[in-house]
């Protein structure tokens, strides 16, 4: 069995880790490359049938194809029940140019959750966040988030979140309705969220499910420089800061003493880098991508893996002795803005 945890005060038990649905929606800008359909859907089935009881996805991924994908998933399985479906609005792609925009307006927000809920096939989104706060529209998140709030009065949502934003957009929501999740970036590179906005959320019944915990890959320890500069042009990695200079040496010099404190817990390195995050006061899951069963089954062994303080002494070690990473956020904080 996978354990679980409340998501917050109000939300459901979820199981500590759950699938998080980027890379399965193709080739577009922020695409992972090319992708199998079949091997999604098999990959979505394996993760549900070891226990897996949530689905992460969301409108732009794939410009609508990983929520389609995930859809056809799900079709075999009672959906509110037995596996969950968490997708998100904001990001949106549609109009004579598809050109990606940030819109949280009270007209798109729901234009997106009627088209959310053709695309995933179900009659209700059991969790629906704001992907990123809005930066094109000039509308104020108390606006949207109100917008948010009918949709679960209505029946069209179940619970409401957000994702990417900072203590301050945090209040400003939580002041108009409760915010029962947030979905913030949190890996051995990316450490800021587990310095405010975690703990805020901790002590405000506010559950967490963090993604990119293994580092969009590079915490796998499958990525080396030949592999990096062989991916895909349509690779979204190739642009990122991560994956170049001069972020990318102390990137794989952590990644090496990481392999070597995982061989010592007996552990996969991409289960270690899970659990790390699982490990944090305060987070409820851990979004894990996979495009495959061996990929799920790779990161599996996190969900029970329990991190010696030892191990987690190691672990900070390696970070302050390679320099790697960031305690500060890589998100631009957007709470001064208030239109």
Same mark, same amino acid.
């Given at each position: 069995?996978?354990?679980?945890?409340?998501?917050?005060?109000?939300?459901?038990?979820?199981?500590?880790?759950?699938? *998080?649905?980027?890379?399965?929606?193709?080739?577009?800008?922020?695409?992972?490359?090319?992708?199998?359909?079949?091997q999604?859907?098999?990959?979505?089935?394996?993760a549900?049938?070891?226990?897996?009881?949530?689905?992460?996805?969301?409108?732009?991924?794939?410009?609508?194809?990983?929520?389609?994908v995930?859809?056809?998933? !799900?079709?075999?399985?009672?959906?509110?029940?037995?596996?969950?479906?968490?997708?998100?609005?904001?990001?949106?792609?549609?109009?004579s140019?598809?050109?990606?925009?940030?819109?949280?307006?009270?007209?798109?927000?729901?234009?997106?959750?009627?088209?959310?809920?053709?695309?995933?096939?179900?009659?209700?989104?059991?969790?629906?966040?704001?992907?990123?706060?809005?930066?094109?529209?000039?509308?104020?998140?108390?606006?949207?988030?109100?917008? =948010?709030?009918? !949709?679960?009065?209505?029946?069209?949502?179940?619970?409401? *979140?957000?994702?990417?934003?900072?203590?301050?957009?945090?209040?400003?929501?939580?002041?108009?309705?409760?915010?029962?999740?947030?979905?913030?970036?949190?890996? =051995?590179?990316?450490?800021a969220?587990?310095?405010?906005?975690?703990?805020?959320?901790?002590?405000?019944?506010?559950?967490?499910?963090?993604?990119?915990?293994?580092?969009?890959?590079? !915490?796998?320890?499958?990525?080396?420089?030949?592999?990096?500069?062989?991916?895909?042009?349509?690779?979204?990695?190739?642009?990122?800061?991560?994956?170049?200079?001069?972020?990318?040496?102390?990137?794989?010099?952590?990644?090496?003493? =990481?392999?070597?404190?995982?061989?010592?817990?007996?552990?996969?390195?991409?289960?270690?880098?899970?659990?790390?995050? !699982?490990?944090?006061?305060?987070?409820?899951?851990?979004?894990?991508?996979?495009?495959?069963?061996?990929?799920?089954? *790779?990161?599996?062994?996190?969900?029970?893996?329990?991190?010696?303080?030892?191990?987690?002494?190691?672990?900070?070690?390696?970070?302050?002795?390679?320099?790697?990473?960031?305690?500060?956020?890589i998100?631009?904080? =957007?709470?001064?803005?208030?239109?």
């Amino acid at each position: 069995m996978i354990p679980k945890r409340n998501l917050g005060s109000r939300g459901p038990e979820i199981t500590v880790v759950g699938l *998080g649905s980027w890379a399965i929606g193709g080739p577009y800008e922020f695409g992972w490359g090319p992708v199998d359909d079949k091997q999604s859907i098999i990959a979505i089935g394996h993760a549900i049938e070891s226990g897996v009881n949530w689905v992460d996805t969301a409108p732009v991924y794939g410009k609508g194809h990983s929520e389609e994908v995930v859809g056809r998933a !799900l079709e075999p399985y009672r959906t509110g029940e037995e596996v969950f479906v968490f997708t998100k609005c904001g990001r949106n792609y549609y109009g004579s140019t598809g050109k990606i925009s940030s819109d949280l307006r009270p007209e798109t927000i729901r234009w997106e959750c009627e088209q959310s809920l053709k695309r995933l096939r179900v009659e209700r989104i059991d969790l629906l966040q704001f992907h990123w706060p809005d930066r094109d529209t000039s509308t104020p998140i108390e606006e949207s988030w109100a917008t =948010l709030g009918e !949709l679960i009065d209505e029946g069209k949502v179940r619970w409401g *979140g957000l994702s990417n934003c900072d203590v301050s957009l945090l209040e400003r929501c939580e002041a108009v309705r409760h915010v029962d999740s947030l979905q913030p970036p949190l890996n =051995l590179i990316n450490r800021a969220a587990r310095n405010e906005v975690v703990p805020w959320c901790d002590g405000h019944g506010v559950g967490v499910i963090v993604y990119a915990p293994m580092a969009s890959g590079l !915490l796998t320890g499958t990525f080396d420089r030949a592999r990096i500069e062989g991916l895909p042009g349509d690779d979204w990695r190739r642009r990122a800061a991560n994956f170049n200079e001069p972020r990318l040496s102390q990137n794989l010099a952590l990644v090496e003493r =990481l392999a070597d404190i995982a061989d010592k817990a007996q552990i996969s390195l991409p289960a270690l880098a899970v659990a790390w995050t !699982l490990s944090i006061r305060g987070v409820t899951g851990a979004i894990v991508g996979a495009r495959s069963p061996e990929q799920v089954d *790779g990161w599996l062994p996190a969900a029970r893996a329990r991190l010696s303080p030892r191990t987690l002494e190691e672990i900070e070690s390696a970070i302050d002795i390679t320099g790697a990473g960031d305690e500060r956020s890589i998100v631009a904080p =957007l709470s001064a803005r208030r239109d």
